[in-house]
T-cell receptor
Framework: DQQVKQNSPSLSVQEGRISILNCDYTNSMFDYFLWYKKYPAEGPTFLISISSIKDKNEDGRFTVFLNKSAKHLSLHIVPSQPGDSAVYFCAASYIAGGTSYGKLTFGQGTILTVHP | DARVTQTPRHKVTEMGQEVTMRCQPILGHNTVFWYRQTMMQGLELLAYFRNRAPLDDSGMPKDRFSAEMPDATLATLKIQPSEPRDSAVYFC???????????FGQGTRLTVV
């Protein structure tokens, strides 16, 4: 049962344009959402996060949007750069408590390619 | 420079052999995760420890996989016996409960032939 889904395996974007990566989740108990970036032969690195009490969080070129009613989040990268080419994973967590407190559940990942 | 350290980085083994992967979490972190990266499943959670206690290992094939934390500085993932379908990259990550993100090691690339 895939609780976090990234339905687009890949995305190709021109340098300077906007990249939009999407993620859907099924468990309404998730209250914290994260995006990770992964380069080949390296571990994933944290990029940006958002709490369920917000609908937007911005950090430089990266903005994450959360639509709780649709159980959907997206990552916007503006402007996209060739160095952004990587696999992007979304993840969801519970930080409010319970047995699964702190557990991170990841999606399948989306390969982003930014062309010069 | 605090980081999660995984050993070995690469492992090639024959089917049926035992494989042990090790992880040193970041000092002070109280959650540890083991993930397996596959093409189809993305980052698949195998085990989750909080304060060294195993809280969730539902993603792990119980008949051949085991995960332990003998102390706060070491987490292990063992496969016995290994099979070709276990070939994947295994990641360890650590974090703080309530802190949100987890920090990943560089992974162990396992090839079972």
């Amino acid at each position: 049962d895939q609780q976090v889904k990234q339905n687009s395996p890949s995305l190709s974007v021109q340098e300077g344009r906007i990249s939009i990566l999407n993620c859907d989740y099924t468990n309404s108990m998730f209250d914290y959402f994260l995006w990770y970036k992964k380069y080949p032969a390296e571990g994933p690195t944290f990029l940006i996060s958002i709490s369920s009490i917000k609908d937007k969080n911005e950090d430089g070129r990266f903005t994450v949007f959360l639509n709780k009613s649709a159980k959907h989040l997206s990552l916007h990268i503006v402007p996209s750069q060739p160095g952004d080419s990587a696999v992007y994973f979304c993840a969801a967590s519970y930080i409010a408590g319970g047995t699964s407190y702190g557990k991170l559940t990841f999606g399948q990942g989306t390969i982003l390619t930014v062309h010069p | 420079d605090a980081r999660v350290t995984q050993t070995p980085r690469h492992k090639v083994t024959e089917m049926g052999q035992e494989v042990t992967m090790r992880c040193q979490p970041i000092l002070g972190h109280n959650t540890v995760f083991w993930y397996r990266q596959t093409m189809m499943q993305g980052l698949e959670l195998l085990a989750y420890f909080r304060n060294r206690a195993p809280l969730d290992d539902s993603g792990m094939p119980k008949d051949r996989f085991s995960a332990e934390m003998p102390d706060a500085t070491l987490a292990t993932l063992k496969i016995q016996p290994s099979e070709p379908r276990d070939s994947a990259v295994y990641f360890c990550a650590s974090g703080l409960v309530g802190g949100g993100e987890a920090f990943f090691g560089q992974g162990t690339r396992l090839t079972v032939v």
